[in-house]
């Protein structure tokens, strides 16, 4: 069992920036391949990134492609999303997600998931 915990979400203006992090307890971090979802309102979840357990292996939703990076402290049991030149269509919870090795940005496929944190950008 892993349990995530979501943080660094927060109000900012477009163009601004935040880094959100998703610190892992529980089974072995290293072990897992980590995502990013996000869920705005009255959508459904959507894939932002993910990233393999050694890192190998990153990728983007073509929305924040060029703008968001995803990078994982396997030391410090910690992912983190970095977000740059924020648009107010980025406002969404923002979820963190755990499973199984290997590269994945179907939501159903990871098994553990963060309570998630708000990200709020506007105009």
């Known amino acids: 069992q892993v349990q995530l915990v979501e943080s660094g979400g927060g109000l900012v203006q477009a163009g601004g920036s935040l880094r959100l992090s998703c610190a892992a307890s529980?089974?072995?971090?290293?072990?897992?391949?980590m995502g990013w979802f996000r869920q705005a309102p009255g959508t459904e979840r959507e894939f932002v990134s993910a990233?393999?357990?050694?890192?190998?292996?990153?990728g983007y939703a073509d929305s924040v492609k060029g703008r968001f990076t995803i990078s994982r402290d396997n030391a410090k049991n910690t992912v983190f999303l970095q977000m740059n030149n924020l648009k107010p269509e980025d406002t969404a919870v923002y979820y963190c997600?755990?499973?199984?090795?290997?590269?994945?940005?179907?939501?159903?496929?990871?098994?553990?998931w963060g309570q998630g944190t708000q990200v709020t950008v506007s105009s």
């Open positions: 997600a755990g499973g199984e090795e290997g590269y994945k940005s179907t939501d159903t496929r990871y098994d553990y």
């Open positions: 529980g089974r072995t971090f290293s072990s897992y391949a």
């Open positions: 990233i393999t357990r050694s890192g190998g292996v990153i």
